[in-house]
């Protein structure tokens, strides 16, 4: 069974021109918050779930938050980074009503091959997975896009070693999950 994401032609999208202008796009945050901001930020999300939830953390105990170094150190806050991630999620949509693959669905057609029907397994793994991507990009220091494609303008071989191992951990993690039991 495929699942590739198609044009209103029913056209896959062409990876190449994906990555040409995520790269365009790193290019330009990067100049622009060199322009606005005096100091270069590169790409990068999940610095912005640590202020995400230093910000509901506020509503609820705000001196835990002004004492917890995490959160001081990461001020907590509303910023570009931040936007760039509400605009992640408002493009997705817009992109996916555009080329008319927008549906609501519980559980994803490659999950339900293997895993089966249930929502609430899904909801589960999926959180589970989460925590877990959370956990290394705050050991790391900086999530994939960080150091995979803002490491990489820089040419740093930390960002080639990295990403190698970002690519080589998600193929073996999805062969084992998705393996196919032979009769």
């Known amino acids: 069974m495929k699942y590739q994401s198609q044009d209103q032609d029913g056209r896959p999208w062409s990876p190449y021109l994906a990555g040409a202008l995520v790269g365009v796009l790193a290019i330009l945050s ?3 918050t060199t322009v606005w901001m005096g100091k270069t930020n590169y ?3 999940s ?3 640590v202020r995400a939830a230093g910000l509901i953390e506020q509503q609820v105990a705000a ?3 002004a004492e917890n170094v995490y ?3 990461e001020k907590v806050r509303v910023d570009w980074q931040f936007l760039f991630v509400v605009g992640i999620l408002i493009g997705a949509f817009l992109a996916s009503r555009l080329d008319g693959s927008f549906r609501l669905e519980g559980v994803p057609p490659i999950w339900r091959d293997r895993f089966g029907d249930s929502v609430v397994r899904r909801a589960i793994g999926a959180f589970g997975g989460g ?3 959370m956990f290394g990009a705050r050991l790391a220091d900086g999530c994939p896009s960080g150091h995979g494609l803002s490491g990489m303008m820089q040419l740093s071989v930390s960002a080639f070693v990295a990403l190698a191992m970002f690519f080589g951990a998600g193929v073996a993690v999805a062969a084992f999950i998705y393996r196919r039991n032979k009769p």
Do not use: P, R
């Open 30 to 32: 990067a100049y622009a």
């Open 43 to 45: 790409l990068g999300a």
């Open 47 to 49: 610095t912005t779930f």
């Open 63 to 65: 001196e835990h938050v």
């Open 71 to 73: 959160f001081t150190k």
């Open 131 to 133: 925590v877990v991507a």
